[in-house]
């Protein structure tokens, strides 16, 4: 379904410790070119108080990164 291929395209997999990140194919597609402007970032927020976890707040927080 249309909600199955939005879930699956909008997050980074983790496969025996490797990420897959899944996008559409096109038929120009070239993986020998390909190119990536996306790139998984850990970082820990230790003291981040429970009122800064809603989506707003994390967004606001990986928009400054």
Do not use: C
């Not at 939005?6 to 190119?35: D, G, R, V």
């Amino acid at each position: 379904s249309d909600g199955d291929r939005e879930i699956i395209l909008s997050k980074l997999w983790e496969l025996q410790n490797h990420y897959l990140l899944m996008k559409p194919w096109f038929p120009t597609f070239n993986p020998l070119t390909a190119s990536f402007t996306v790139k998984p970032v850990w970082i820990r927020l230790p003291h981040l108080s429970l009122q800064f976890w809603g989506k707003e707040s994390l967004t606001a927080i990986d928009n400054a990164l």
